[in-house]
């Protein structure tokens, strides 16, 4: 009788200790490092030390925050896309037509643009559920934004097809803060916005929510055994990332003032996913590293070979696949290493 009522009494203790030590890990993971305070002090120093580059700068958080979305799906849901570009176009579009036909108030038109794209992803989630194969969930994303952009081709009467969107402006943030030639109230109201959806989304991805997505992506039937589910989890997330995007595509609308078809090409879908790549995948700022590499880069390359910028970006793209970003980033460090070591 004592051998047999052991371990019933045990679990309760076993699953204290459990208990206990998932607290213990998402207190780890919600405490703030040193290396993040310091990267938003020199994002938030770069307003007032780089005046002159505001555009880039903006172009450049919008990305990054384009980035965030798509790796709240792929680095820590373990779902993969090609489509993620629809949300992005759709958030752009939305943008645009609230401010022509509703209100050109930024707040607004970037809400609503936000809440449509993450509509478009609570609508769209459910394909990705029908058969759980990482090429099905690719097909179904191309798919998805594919008809998005010929839907706004052929609606050019609203869209103002290749022609581009006509009218859009956009009135002074706050009323007090007009959007100039030189980007400086666009990046500003970009970098607050993306910090701030960065403080949500780093919330939602340490707490036990973000816990069961890391499970999932492991092994989803292990995550499905233990009680999650699996379905509403990726639904959510999904959903989750689909308005981030929008809001990252409203962005790009209100700062620019201009939308068309160009926001829905592929391109948009395969950059975001190299940005990942070059700063690599689930960790939150993977994203906005990788779109400050992106987008350095590419004004590089641009400025040095207009033509064939895209070419040096492959070959920067098959230097990472091939040599590992893990080697690279430790490649500093081992050069310095050997300095010390020569001069010794």
């Known amino acids: 009788m004592t051998d047999t009522a052991s371990p019933l009494a045990a679990l309760p203790a076993a699953r204290s200790d459990l208990t206990g030590r998932a607290a213990a890990v998402l207190s780890r993971r919600g405490r703030w490092k040193p290396a993040e305070i310091v990267f938003w002090l020199i994002a938030g120093a770069s307003f007032f030390l780089l005046p002159d580059r505001h555009l880039l700068l903006s172009e450049i958080v919008i ?36 401010s022509i036909h509703l209100t050109a108030e930024p707040l607004t038109g970037l809400a609503l643009a936000g809440l449509a794209a993450g509509l478009l992803g609570l609508a769209t989630g459910p394909l990705l559920l029908l058969r759980a194969s990482d090429l099905t969930r690719l097909m179904v994303t191309l798919g998805v934004a594919m008809l998005l952009y010929e839907a706004a081709n052929k609606a050019a009467w609203l869209t103002g097809g290749a022609d581009g969107l006509p009218g859009v402006t956009i009135d002074p943030l706050l009323g007090r803060f007009e959007f100039d030639l030189f980007g400086t109230t666009a990046y500003g109201y970009c970098l607050i916005v993306t910090f701030a959806v960065f403080l949500v989304a780093r919330r939602v991805m340490t707490s036990p929510y973000g816990l069961s997505l890391l499970a999932i992506r492991d092994n989803s039937q292990r995550a499905r055994s233990m009680g999650i589910p699996v379905g509403a989890r990726i639904l959510a997330i999904y959903a989750f990332s689909a308005l981030i995007a929008g809001l990252a595509g409203g962005l790009l609308t209100q700062t620019s003032m201009f939308v068309s078809l160009d926001v829905l090409a592929f391109h948009r879908s395969a950059d975001v996913l190299l940005v990942l790549v ?65 001069r010794a």
């Open 63 to 98: 990305l990054g925050l384009f980035a965030l979305s798509l790796d709240l799906i792929v680095g820590y849901a373990g779902v993969v896309s090609l489509g993620h570009g629809a949300f992005f176009g759709l958030g752009a579009y939305v943008a645009g037509l609230v």
């Open 278 to 342: 070059l700063g690599g995948v689930g960790y939150l700022y993977g994203g906005l590293i990788g779109a400050i590499a992106f987008k350095l880069l590419q004004d590089w390359f641009s400025a040095l070979t207009p033509e064939y910028w895209m070419f040096w970006m492959g070959l920067v793209l098959l230097v990472i696949v091939l040599a590992g970003r893990e080697r690279i980033h430790a490649l500093p460090g081992a050069l310095l290493a050997r300095i010390k070591g020569g």
